[in-house]
């Protein structure tokens, strides 16, 4: 009896930490979804600048996190903070991408959340994790896509092209079980047919040259 | 309209571009290694997540047969015997534990409990099951998790499982049933004691019946103690564990109502057919 009150005890402080975390991922979102608009263009690096201090608030609220429970008994409770960890790999990997057009490592995001990268080390994050949050940019970049070519960027989403057909090269590689990792996976042909017609619409009216050649 | 635009704009797409895109992607870039290696890092997890759902699948199978070999116990002669092959089967059950602990070394447990519980859950079944029968009392969760201790067998077992050819000392290997586990055991375990009661009814024996009642009835306080704060299997278990107590309950109810007027060897027949001869009464 001791034991099962104790666990819905820890349950109950790991609930109110990952609300915490859900409030600043949520405002994090809204501070980078600015950047699919005509000046929210401009803004970007003052916008990541901005994301990046916020993801300082994340570090602290995970750190407090990382309290609540046992060490070793990660995956115990690892079903509370899985999706809001999958929203802050996206979200980091947004920022990265805004930043320098690449993808962010497991190591880096494990940084900017000040968690480990091992589960060795303690609260880490999942590679499984990790490629959801991936795979929830590749959707983002998709709509950046769109939204590059109404704003008057031509270039953009032709980066955005290389980066996604890389990416899905990289998954291919992989091996996936029948489990939500593999659904979200099925979605990213969809990201990359959707950003080959913006560049398609882009080619046949010449203006991805306009582009290039400035 | 701009709707069949688009139609035709889908069949004239360029596949041939995007092929030649794909191409062009290098495939020793850093983030095609990285996910080569992700690759290898999924399938080791998928791969030992496998061996050990064959491990509980053949966990499973054992302690099933194991169950039906105690039924088949009685007071007679044979018991002996049969109690004794019982704990040969459950020994072999325990050295399947025991790989998988040796899978869990250095893992997280809780990350793969979901492959290996079902089967855990069935040897505490099976080995509670013969507990009763030895002492008619419960086993403890410690007294189970006592047994699943395991030293290495043999020089050639150690060395197999230590990444440290040069590490000569005896490896103990230990799996711990997890309270909820346990408990989840202990609910099956009633629905076994419960044709346990009817079956020994059957037999002629009608001491066991009142026994059980009464033990049962101890557990059920104890699973009604920790009420909802379990997980959701547990109130699942909680409701079947309610009819096997009341099965049980009936049982001695009849036999001490019409115990002294049947014949023992009608006794079976007056369980199964129990429900028929109330209602008749009651048309009556």
Not at chain 2, 74 to 85: K, Q, R, V
Not at chain 2, 192 to 209: A, F, Q, Y
Request: charged share 30%; aromatic share 8%.
């Amino acid at each position: 009896q001791g034991v099962l009150t104790a666990d819905q005890d820890i349950r109950e402080e790991i609930r109110k930490v990952v609300q915490a975390l859900e409030q600043t991922a949520r405002e994090i979102l809204t501070l980078l979804q600015g950047v699919h608009q005509g000046p929210g263009f401009q803004d970007i690096p003052k916008k990541c600048q901005k994301a990046r201090e916020h993801f300082g608030t994340v570090r602290t609220q995970l750190e407090s996190l990382k309290t609540k429970f046992p060490a070793d008994q990660y995956y115990r409770f690892h079903e509370h903070w899985r999706f809001v960890l999958q929203r802050l790999v996206f979200l980091a990997a947004f920022v990265v991408f805004l930043e320098s057009e690449t993808l962010v490592t497991r190591e880096a995001v494990a940084e900017i959340l000040g968690i480990e990268a091992d589960r060795e080390r303690g609260f880490h994050l999942d590679i499984e994790d990790y490629l959801s949050g991936v795979l929830t940019l590749a959707s983002e970049l998709a709509r950046l896509a769109v939204n590059s070519v109404t704003a008057g960027d031509y270039s953009r989403p032709l980066r955005i092209s290389t980066f996604i057909n890389e990416l899905d090269s990289g998954f291919r590689l992989l091996n996936l079980k029948n489990d939500s990792l593999r659904k979200r996976y099925d979605g990213l042909k969809y990201d990359v047919k959707k950003i080959e017609e913006v560049v398609y619409d882009l080619s046949i009216r010449g203006l991805n040259k306009e582009a290039t050649g400035g | 309209g701009s709707g069949g635009f688009r139609k035709r704009k889908h069949d004239n797409f360029p596949h041939g571009q995007r092929r030649e895109e794909k191409e062009n992607v290098n495939p020793s870039s850093a983030l095609m290694t990285s996910f080569k290696s992700f690759q290898l890092e999924l399938d080791t997890r998928h791969d030992k997540y496998e061996r050990l759902v064959k491990l509980s699948r053949d966990i499973t199978i054992e302690s099933k047969r194991t169950i039906f070999l105690l039924h088949r116990f009685t007071s007679a002669p044979n018991g002996e015997e049969i109690l004794n092959e019982s704990e040969v089967k459950l020994d072999a059950v325990r050295r399947k534990i025991k790989q998988v602990a040796q899978e869990l070394i250095g893992e997280d447990m809780y990350q793969f409990h979901r492959a290996v519980s079902p089967g855990l859950q069935e040897y505490v079944e099976a080995v509670s099951f013969q507990y009763f029968i030895k002492t008619r009392s419960l086993i403890s969760v410690e007294e189970i998790n006592k047994q699943l201790i395991f030293t290495a067998e043999n020089r050639e077992e150690t060395t197999n499982t230590t990444s440290n050819p040069h590490d000569k000392q005896p490896h103990t290997w230990s799996l711990k049933v997890t309270p909820v586990d346990y408990l989840l055991g202990v609910a099956d375990l009633t629905g076994e004691l419960m044709r346990l009661c009817i079956s020994s009814v059957g037999n002629g024996d009608i001491d066991t019946p009142f026994e059980l009642s009464q033990f049962l009835r101890q557990i059920y306080d104890g699973f009604t103690f920790i009420g909802n704060t379990g997980p959701y299997e547990v109130s699942k278990k909680l409701y079947t564990l309610k009819q096997s107590l009341a099965k049980v309950e009936n049982a001695c109810y009849t036999l001490k109502v019409r115990g002294s007027e049947i014949p023992k060897h009608m006794l079976a027949d007056v369980f199964s057919t129990k429900t028929e001869l109330i209602d008749q009464e009651e048309g009556l």
